[in-house]
């Protein structure tokens, strides 16, 4: 599942045997059917077996980049990605969000599917990303990573599938949880105290805040926003991540005016 222009989130077993950091690992990931392209294995969760690759070069406008979304009961789903061109597309109904235990020993959110395609073993579609319809949306939910044995039959799978949620799966990642970012502001201030003395002020007065950004619950867009959007002019961490998480926290903000409006109208 593509997180950015080179951020790719993926089923750890896919990679058996890969090191972190390898750069001498011919390791080769194909995007929406294009050519494949060199990755490198930026970290791994291997509880939850979710692995995080980062591309050799930027996919651009080449690839679109899914919108992280949630989802309910009855949704309807569809996974795109296949073991090779002869085989069948997955979709079906969503069952609902759930607690996981994986079978690497880790419990993580997840999202139990249900699918159409009855083919009796889902092997070689682990990793890819789950959309919701309709399709134009681009909405993904999550990222397969195991299915459900037949108890009938143990040689094959039943038609239950599990997706690592996708506030599920970049929990299992520090580097893509916001607390970390807002810390590695914090961490940096000192180093751009004197590029932060040539910017305006509320610049500055955002830096001394970074402590009660950390608490979400209390935080506001402006703030929100503002410290998320110079991360990156900042250099304490990659932009990538810095606006993949501009996104999820437009979101959140979003979510949680909504919320408020009612309870003003509601007074």
Known sequence: MLLAPR???TALHCVDGVQVGDSECRL????????????VLEAKAETSDLALLKLS??????????????CQRGDKWFAPSRPSRADPELAGEVVGPLLYDCQAGGVIDAVELTTQTMIGNYQGYSG??????PEEQHSVIGVLIEQYPDRLDEMRASNTLFAAAIEGAMDQFESLQTAY??????DSQEAHDKAAAKRDEGYKRTLDRVDTMLDFEDADQRHVST???????AGAIDPEV?????AMVNKWVLEHSE???GRADAR
């Open 57 to 70: 070069h930027s996919l651009g406008s080449a690839v679109r980049i899914p919108v992280a979304s949630r």
């Open 128 to 133: 890819g990303p789950v959309f919701t319809v």
């Open 181 to 186: 970012l807002l810390r590695k502001v914090q």
């Open 242 to 246: 810095r606006g993949l998480h501009q």
């Open 7 to 9: 951020l790719l989130l």
């Open 28 to 39: 080769q990931v194909s995007v929406a059917d294009r050519a494949p392209v060199p990755a």
């Open 227 to 233: 410290v998320l959007g110079f991360l990156g002019a």
């Open 259 to 261: 919320r408020d409006d």
